[in-house]
């Protein structure tokens, strides 16, 4: 049996972002993905129409259910949804010590609509934060989670919070010809990467990259191998994404 990565992610009925994004790209890094599901989303690659998040017991039952079925190295989240949903994370995280956990801190679908109560959210997370093998934050949640504008303090600041290593991703920033990625163990820039900025808006790209990672940490990977390989991978997915509708984000193609 391939070794696991359970997930902790929603549903994009776009296929896109979400739970698919995560089984698409887990299953390419060479790992089996098992799914707890956090929410079914009502959204297309244009638009959040809204959402309706699973219940903390449900999300946790989920996740027992494949605990001692499947060989589970390391957990992966996403959308998480609601702050009961960040705290039963935290409880499951607690219980099993040994697992690698890769927090995708998801605010804001690409499109930009809200897949929760930012504010709300943003509280909860720093309990997750010092659970965490590796954060994935772009730069507006990392900015969302600090409250810090300065990129560089605002990464010493999740540090600060518990971090133990933090991929800043640049995709956000004003650089029309390059994105900067950047990342940071125990407080220290350890690689950075510069890839030439494709054209367009990717649905689901974020998920796709902190999965892969997860699926490579899980067979072996050091964070840094694992960061490559996923950078590497997640480019050539986006340079051949697909885009449904003149006015819709791209939907990488993860096969
Ligand atoms: N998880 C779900 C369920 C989503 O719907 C989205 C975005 O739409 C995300 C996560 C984050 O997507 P991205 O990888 O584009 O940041």
Redesign the pocket.
């Known amino acids: 049996m391939r070794t696991t990565v359970l997930c902790f ?4 009925p ?1 296929g ?4 698919q ?1 995560d089984i698409e790209a887990i299953g390419q890094s060479g790992a089996h993905a098992a799914i707890a599901c ?2 079914l ?1 009502i ?1 297309n690659s244009q638009q ?1 129409f809204g ?1 309706q998040a699973t219940s903390k017991e449900l999300l946790l039952a989920q996740a027992h259910a494949v605990v001692d079925d499947l060989p589970i190295k390391c957990i992966k989240s ?2 998480l949804g609601t702050t009961e949903n960040i705290a039963a994370l935290a409880e499951f995280l607690r219980e099993h010590p040994d697992y690698l956990y890769v927090l ?1 801190p ?1 605010l ?4 930009g ?1 809200l ?1 929760g109560n930012q504010a709300t959210l943003v509280k909860a997370f720093a309990e997750l934060i010092p659970l965490a093998t590796v954060l994935t934050p ?1 730069t507006v949640e990392l900015r969302a989670l600090t409250g810090i504008d300065d990129l560089e303090q605002a990464t010493q600041q999740l540090f600060a919070m518990g971090a133990q290593a933090v991929l800043v991703k640049g995709g956000h920033e004003d650089t029309p010809a390059y994105i900067r990625n950047a990342l940071y163990i125990n407080g220290e820039l350890v690689s950075e990467t510069r890839c030439p900025r494709l054209e367009g808006e ?9 999965s892969f990672m997860a699926g490579r940490l899980a067979q072996g990977d050091n964070l840094k191998q694992a960061v490559h390989h996923a950078e590497t991978w997640l480019f050539g997915v986006l340079k051949q994404a697909e885009i449904p509708v003149p006015n819709g984000q791209r939907i990488p193609k993860r096969f």
């Open positions: 992610s929603g549903l994009d776009s896109g972002a979400g739970l994004a956090t929410a989303t959204q959040v959402f996403g959308m995708d998801v804001v679908a690409n499109s609509g897949l772009n990717y649905h689901g790209s974020g998920c796709s990259l902190a």
